[in-house]
């Protein structure tokens, strides 16, 4: 499946430590985006990057691409309690775009 | 700011009726999507469609269809209501076929 897995599927930490999500796939993409949610609320587009870029920064937020290994990650440094929320990653190949699970991050403060 | 509002945040109906959801953007977006979230599955493409009166299926259109009458407003409707659709809908539009989506804020329905 095209599908990105993300890795962990929840993740607590303390406010001002650094956040790392992990998203693996399973065939070639063109680009990924990674999106935040909020408790039942919609998603909201963070990044996107393209399949040959290696890695893109915006604000706290830094995002890799390892297309030989089939992954990305999301970086979030100097974690906020307003973090806390659910980020999936969407691969795009061929005109379909594909969501992944999620994973649930949780910043105590 | 681009904007996607839905025509309600909560929704409960019983087995056997007609629903429609409605979804309007105000960014003269051509895309417009429909999603269904579910814990554990993420969120899975119902229909989306490309232009005015377009429309295609996604990865699980069985049980919903979909209008767009106009292009800044894109209908889901389930026809006969099952507990087996009780769901958060998101609708979600964009400028380009695959770049950034930019989601209303959910329907949670409940079939009971």
């Known amino acids: 499946s095209q599908q990105g897995e993300e890795d962990p599927q929840a993740l607590s930490i303390q406010e001002g430590e650094n956040a790392t999500m992990n998203c693996s796939y399973k065939?070639?993409?063109?680009?990924l985006q990674w999106y935040r949610q909020n408790s039942g609320r919609g998603l909201v587009h963070l990044i996107l990057?393209?399949?040959?870029?290696r890695e893109k920064h915006s604000g706290r937020l830094r995002v890799t691409l390892d297309t030989s290994k089939k992954s990305s990650s999301l970086l979030i440094t100097a974690s906020r309690a307003a973090d806390t929320a659910s980020y999936f990653c969407?691969?795009?190949?061929?005109?379909?775009?594909?969501f992944g699970a999620g994973t649930r991050l949780t910043v105590k403060p | 700011d681009v904007k996607v509002t839905q025509s309600s945040r909560y929704l409960v109906k019983r087995t056997g009726e007609k629903v429609f959801l409605e979804c309007v953007q105000d960014?003269?977006?051509?895309?417009m999507f429909w999603y269904r979230q579910d814990p554990g599955l993420g969120l899975r493409l119902i229909y989306f469609s490309y232009d005015v009166k377009m429309k295609e299926k996604g990865d699980i259109p069985e049980g919903y269809s979909v209008s767009r009458e106009k292009k800044e407003r894109f209908s889901l409707i389930l026809e006969s209501a099952s507990t087996n659709q009780t769901s958060m809908y998101l609708c979600?539009?964009?400028?380009?076929?695959?770049?950034?989506?930019?989601f209303g804020p959910g329907t949670r329905l409940t079939v009971t």
């Open positions: 979600a539009s964009s400028l380009v076929t695959l770049g950034e989506q930019y």
């Open positions: 990057i393209r399949s040959n870029e």
């Open positions: 960014m003269d977006h051509e895309n």
């Open positions: 969407a691969t795009e190949f061929n005109n379909d775009m594909r």
């Open positions: 065939t070639s993409i063109n680009n």
